[in-house]
């Protein structure tokens, strides 16, 4: 079993759409939990993240911790073009930054 | 501050040929790590290190080695490069906390 599974869509809504993002991990022993944002040919570079379990807001996104259910959450209000991405969840162990598979949005004008 | 800096920024290679993607970093970071990343498999680490002079494997290491060269150069090598090694590489630096990670912009390798 992987540490963290994330669906990889793709995933395509219209602008203004409330998105959805989730990743489940395997250990509940983890505490760190980190969303990445990557752009086509970019390098990725870190959205939001939560340490232990709880909600975190920032603008328009939203990072969520059930460690009940070992789920991670993104949530993106008011969804905008300029949010088309490559979204990857991340988890900490030992050291070690371990992504998900990520999961390709389009927001689509 | 230019932060993560990868070369080469593309290349192509024969099968069989070696090559070494560099990376340094001007951030004083500790840890050092390289990831390579494929449609649908999101980023696998295949070294880490986490000081100068010690490294370690991740989850891919196979065909490739590495070289903590000083603070700031951590170095990947392909011996003997193979078709399943084209991929995007993309070299991190992480600082006193786990959040504190910056990626390069990635080196495009092809094997032919």
């Known amino acids: 079993q992987k540490e963290v599974e994330q669906d990889p869509g793709p995933l395509s809504v219209p602008e203004g759409a409330i998105v959805s993002l989730n990743c489940t991990y395997s250990n509940s022993a983890f505490q760190y939990f980190m969303w990445y944002r990557q752009y086509s040919r970019k390098g990725p570079e870190l959205l939001m993240y939560t340490y232990s379990s709880g909600n975190k807001e920032d603008g328009r996104f939203t990072a969520q911790v059930d460690k009940s259910s070992k789920y991670i959450s993104l949530f993106i209000r008011d969804s905008q073009p300029s949010d088309s991405a490559t979204y990857l969840c991340?988890?900490?162990?030992?050291?070690?930054?371990?992504f998900g598979q990520g999961t390709t949005l389009q927001v689509k004008p | 501050n230019a932060g993560v800096t990868q070369t080469p920024k593309f290349q192509v290679l024969k099968t069989g040929q070696s090559m070494t993607l560099q990376c340094a970093q001007d951030?004083?970071?500790?840890?050092m790590y390289w990831y390579r990343q494929d449609p649908g498999m999101g980023l696998r680490l295949i070294y880490y290190s986490a000081s100068e002079g010690t490294t370690d494997k991740g989850e891919v290491p196979n065909g490739y080695n590495v070289s903590r060269l000083n603070k700031r150069e951590f170095s990947l090598r392909l011996e003997s490069a193979a078709p399943s090694q084209t991929s995007v590489y993309f070299c991190a630096s992480i600082g006193l906390g786990i959040t504190e990670a910056f990626f390069g912009q990635g080196t495009r390798l092809t094997v032919v």
């Open positions: 951030m004083n970071h500790n840890s």
């Open positions: 991340a988890i900490e162990v030992v050291g070690k930054l371990i």
